[in-house]
Antibody, heavy 128, light 108 residues
Framework: EVQLVESGGGLVQPGGSLRLSCAAS????????MSWVRQAPGKGLEWVSA????????YYADSVKGRFTISRDNSKNTLYLQMNSLRAEDTAVYYC?????????????????????WGQGTTVTVSS | DIQLTQSPSFLSASVGDRVTITCRAS??????LAWYQQKPGKAPKLLIY???TLQSGVPSRFSGSGSGTEFTLTISSLQPEDFATYYC??????????FGQGTRLEIK
């Protein structure tokens, strides 16, 4: 069964740090780009960060650039999100998601058309 | 940045109704558009990708169309399990992507 399981969320004070993990199973993890998407309470979905299958390319939303770091360990089939200098506005459910690649090499961004597998989400609350 | 605007933001409909949700992009995105369904407390579920391709396992009452800047998601005959929030997502600038603000579909 294709599955993503997030962990690492919790309550943290403003300015603090957390590291989220996303354990993947049921597919060749290293072949696919992965993303983090968050959802603040009562709000819509916001793309946060993405990483290529090899881990060599990373991308961030402007709202988290310089504070968050995405990484992956393909030997452990695990995706990470290191979150530093956390702010109240980072409070959200964080989802990891697998890129849907179709019609060509999954190492090329233009063959990605969506996110077909999502984790159950992990909640991050930033509050004093 | 490419912005997506969904309309309507809220929709009230009955079981058996045909409903259409529109997603407009601030610039052309070819067919790099996906649709998701999200129920309360659950992760989003991919319904449609590449604007009109039905994801495996998704009922055929869901369909998508459009290209460029205007896209639609249609549910041909609403079922009780379809009441949820729907989001569009553009992937033209993938891996950077953006979502629409969502359309909440409720039972009339």
């Amino acid at each position: 069964e294709v599955q993503l399981v997030e962990s690492g969320g919790g309550l943290v004070q403003p300015g603090g740090s957390l590291r989220l993990s996303c354990a993947a199973s049921g597919f060749t993890f290293s072949s696919y780009a992965m993303s983090w998407v968050r959802q603040a309470p009562g709000k819509g979905l916001e793309w946060v960060s993405a990483i290529s299958g090899s881990g060599g390319s990373t991308y961030y939303a402007d709202s988290v650039k310089g504070r968050f770091t995405i990484s992956r360990d393909n030997s452990k089939n695990t995706l990470y999100l290191q979150m530093n200098s956390l702010r109240a506005e980072d409070t959200a459910v964080y989802y990891c998601a697998k890129g849907l690649c179709s019609g060509g090499s999954c190492s090329l961004w233009y063959y990605y058309y969506g996110m077909d597998v999502w984790g159950q989400g992990t909640t991050v609350t930033v509050s004093s | 940045d490419i912005q997506l605007t969904q309309s309507p933001s809220f929709l009230s409909a009955s079981v058996g109704d045909r409903v259409t949700i529109t997603c407009r992009a601030s610039q052309g995105i070819s067919s790099y558009l996906a649709w998701y369904q999200q129920k309360p407390g659950k992760a989003p579920k991919l319904l449609i990708y590449a604007a009109s391709t039905l994801q495996s396992g998704v009922p055929s009452r869901f369909s998508g169309s459009g290209s460029g800047t205007e896209f639609t998601l249609t549910i041909s005959s609403l079922q009780p399990e379809d009441f949820a929030t729907y989001y569009c997502q553009q992937l033209n600038s993938y891996p950077r992507s953006t979502f629409g603000q969502g359309t909440r579909l409720e039972i009339k």
